[in-house]
């Protein structure tokens, strides 16, 4: 299964070109992915990199960085769906919501759709110029712990009014 998702991305390049170079424009911290979680790396790099390029050869079409950042920019910027019980995991990658930066004093929340669409409402009255900000994770653990949280999957500091 660690092969559909570089698989799926590539069938977007190859069908959906323009959707394809909006998906590349996102982040993907690789290098810091790499140094952060050495064995999620190999594993990615044996059961993902090394599969779609050998065994579904496409080892001309795509360098192992290439497979690398598709891995990451879903890692990054995409939303879990839920399923229903027994049909495993599903992520999904909204680019609209994947702009939305993080606040633990956010004031606005995400709401996932029935249909897997993504609504942000908001959470209290938002003044005219200020940025729409939701929290990346539950609000209830302490500030170290966020912090940490946030770093290891997404990969910066919270430097919010809470966090200060």
């Known amino acids: 299964y660690a092969s559909i998702l570089p698989l799926r991305c ?23 992915r790499r140094q952060a979680n050495g064995d999620l790396w190999a594993y990615h790099e044996e059961h993902s990199v090394e599969f779609v390029r050998d065994m579904c050869e496409y080892k001309e079409q795509f360098s192992e960085e290439e497979i690398h950042q598709m891995l990451g920019i879903m890692s990054v910027n995409s939303l879990e769906i839920e399923l229903n ?22 004031n606005a929340k995400p709401v996932k759709m029935k249909d897997k669409s993504v609504q942000v409402m908001t959470k209290r009255q938002v003044k005219e110029g200020e940025e729409i900000t939701i929290q990346y994770l539950v609000e209830n653990q302490p500030t170290r712990i966020r912090r940490e949280m946030l770093y290891r999957k997404w990969f910066f500091l919270c430097s919010c009014i809470r966090c200060q």
Do not use: D, T
């Open 85 to 106: 019980e027994g049909y495993g995991e599903e992520m999904g990658f909204y680019p609209v919501f994947a702009n939305i930066n993080h606040s633990c004093l956010s």
């Open 10 to 32: 590539i069938q977007l390049k190859e069908k959906e070109f323009k959707n394809w170079k909006l998906f590349q424009s996102f982040l993907s911290h690789c290098s810091e």
